[in-house]
């Protein structure tokens, strides 16, 4: 599939500020655009022609042109062009195609061990892609760009994993450049947890501009959305809490008696070493999962521990930034309410009043199609936002 026909577009400032308003979802007519931008009726003009030619907008009621402009309301149309959305787990892959508002249009999803390595996990994502367009029917050329999470840490100007831990083989591997061998267009990538935490916003919690994503998994890490905006941190790594340590002092005496990374205590597998060592045959994230289903009473009291050993560290957290929600997200999440009920427990009592008042703590919503709804999202704020 390799050269495949893609046609790139790129907006003026201008052209993006009048497409912001029309993306809000209300037709407006050209005065209205002049009126809300500021901007001249002659620039208006002529950005609106490139947008009309695009088929970015179109006009919607009024009567019909006699030859000249477009007469009435004009519509921004999502279902112009195409984005390919990709989120990659430590055991599974999810693909979509979406639309320019972020509405899944196909989807493909698979078991997959991301330990395989970079080329055989990018040639099977690849495979998958061009047969998600092929069910869609829409030419390569609709394809505007390319949205890719990673389970691990990401240098997110330059695309490429470093040192991800779970990810033998994918270090500094040039993901953008194996993806572009493909599709000539934009190729963003970006730590998974950044991804869910923007599709679970996007989704679920629109109105709300300060969101910590916090994902339980084989790992442990955060997404920050913080005045409406995901927050990487000068390198992309911010959000890393699985190697924040977690004092003893805070901590029950049959967790240990020393200070441990919250990822040892709290993650899929150190929840499993935990139950391993009290005589409980675990040895995944998995296997916590399908104990705490069955209703295992000591399975339930570990993921129940794991949440106030979280809690632990979510509380300074929300000192720190003032989120109005925390969403719980990851397959440990998903084994009931006793995760996000440890976290509750310690997050309410430790935290200052005035952070807690208004605060949410609750479960991820967003479901199977939370990151790459994610990866949509971050590739319609590269191309269509006016910053």
């Known amino acids: 599939m390799a050269g495949m026909a893609t046609r790139e577009f790129q ?7 009048l497409l912001a308003y029309l993306r809000e979802g209300e037709p407006r007519t050209r005065g209205q655009l002049a009126e809300l931008s500021g901007l001249a009726r002659s620039t208006v003009a002529s950005r609106l022609d490139g947008l009309l030619a695009s088929g970015l907008v179109a006009p919607v009621g009024g009567g019909v042109s006699s030859g000249g402009r477009p007469p009435g309301f004009l519509a921004f149309q999502p279902a112009a062009r195409i984005l390919l959305a990709i989120d990659l787990g430590a055991t599974h892959a999810v693909v979509a195609l979406t639309d320019l508002s972020g509405a899944v249009l196909e989807l493909e999803s698979t078991e997959l061990d991301i330990a395989d390595g970079p080329v055989p996990v990018l040639d099977w994502v690849l495979d998958c892609a061009e047969r998600l367009r092929s069910r869609s029917g829409r030419p390569a050329s609709d394809i505007a760009g390319v949205g890719i ?38 190729v963003l990538v970006d730590n998974d947890v950044n991804l869910l935490a923007l599709g679970e916003h996007a989704t679920v919690w629109r109105q709300e501009d300060d969101l910590l994503f916090v994902k339980v998994a084989t790992g442990i890490g955060a997404g920050i959305i913080s005045g409406g905006r995901l927050q990487r941190g000068a390198q992309g790594s911010a959000g890393d809490l699985g190697h924040v340590r977690v004092p003893f002092s805070a901590r029950t005496p049959q967790h240990g008696d020393a200070d441990a990374d919250l990822e040892a205590l709290a993650s899929g597998p150190g929840i499993a070493r935990a139950l391993s060592a009290a005589g409980v045959q675990a040895t995944s994230s ?38 109005s929600v925390i969403v719980i997200g990851g397959s440990i999440a998903r084994a009931g309410e006793h995760l996000v009920a440890g976290v509750r427990e310690v997050v309410y009592g430790q935290s200052t009043p005035l952070a807690t008042r208004h605060l949410t703590i609750t479960e991820s919503r967003a479901g199977e199609t939370g990151g790459v709804i994610g990866a949509a999202t971050m590739l319609i704020q590269y191309l269509l936002d006016p910053a």
């Open 149 to 186: 999470g990673l389970p691990g840490p990401v240098e997110h100007s330059t695309g490429l994993p470093t040192n991800p831990p779970i990810m033998p083989g994918w270090d500094r591997f040039d993901v953008p450049g194996y993806i572009r061998r493909s599709f000539a267009l934009p």
């Open 11 to 17: 907006l003026t400032p201008d052209s993006a500020t």
């Open 286 to 323: 998995r296997d916590v999962v399908e104990l705490a289903r069955i209703g295992d009473a000591r399975a339930t009291d570990a993921i129940r521990q794991a949440g106030r050993e979280l809690g632990e560290v979510l509380a300074t957290a929300v000192n720190i930034l003032n989120p």
